[in-house]
């Protein structure tokens, strides 16, 4: 399939999302941190009610207070959550050779480590679907500003990723979240408006750019951890 991206993007994120679901069923996964707007796309998905896969990756150094918002959103929306891990030979085969924290050494050991963790579970994960949906905003920091709503993904081929929030605002997530009561991970209301790893996050500062708290040791060019990539033009 073709697709004309462009024609996509006066589409609303239900629009976008019930789209998915009528184009693809449940070979369209929403790709889930339980970030804000992941929670946002997550009621959404629970409302239109349709077959959408939800799935999300358990890198072994998560916060606990994510975990608790997961097992939340099993019970408040019952929905499945497919969770993926890595590959367990090549976790103990970092730690033996680099220890717990070679992440902080040098953007390549963080590298590594996020390809281990994050990754190749990811690609397991999409090689099972066809279309991934995110929550990828515009205004998240320098590596987003540019992101269609819907785009063949090239990092990710035949997939096609989908992100129905692209365009909205920090304070249209929180309206959408206030407005219709949707649980959020706790970190959020200690200075932490985007969610990773836990020894990889750190609380922002008033003023500060809401990506500050992730890797903040390094430059702000280099964080992504893989999973988004940008977009070619
Ligand atoms: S965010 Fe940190 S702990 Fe998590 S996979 Fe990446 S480097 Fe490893």
């Known amino acids: 399939m073709t697709l004309q991206t462009k024609d996509f993007e006066a589409k609303s994120p239900e629009e976008l999302l019930r789209w998915s679901m009528d184009q693809y069923g449940d070979k369209a996964g929403l790709a889930s941190s339980f970030g804000m707007e992941d929670m946002v ?43 993926y891990f890595p590959d367990r ?11 717990f924290f070679s992440f902080r050494e040098s953007v390549d050991n963080r590298k590594e480590c996020c390809y281990i963790r994050k990754v190749e579970p990811l690609n397991r994960a999409l090689g099972e679907l066809k279309a991934w949906i995110t929550g ?3 205004s998240q920091g320098v ?9 063949e993904d090239a990092d990710h081929p035949p997939l096609i990723k989908i992100n129905p929030l692209a365009e909205w605002s920090e304070e249209q997530v929180m309206n959408y979240i206030i407005e219709n009561n949707v649980p959020i991970n706790i970190l959020h209301k200690r200075n932490y408006p985007s969610i990773g790893c836990a020894p990889c996050t750190r609380p922002v500062e008033h003023g500060e750019d809401i990506r ?11 964080k992504e951890c893989g999973l988004h990539n940008r977009p070619a033009h």
């Open 212 to 222: 500050a708290g992730r890797w903040w040791w390094e430059n702000p060019e280099h």
């Open 143 to 151: 590596t987003r500003t540019d992101i269609p709503k819907v785009l």
């Open 136 to 138: 990828l905003r515009r």
């Open 41 to 83: 796309l997550i009621d959404m998905i629970a409302k239109l009610n349709g077959p959408l896969t939800i799935f999300t990756l358990d890198t072994g150094r998560l916060h606990e207070e994510t975990y608790e918002l997961m097992d939340r959103v099993r019970s408040k929306y019952g929905l499945e959550i497919k969770t």
């Open 89 to 99: 030979n090549k976790v103990e085969n970092l730690v033996r050779e680099k220890g």
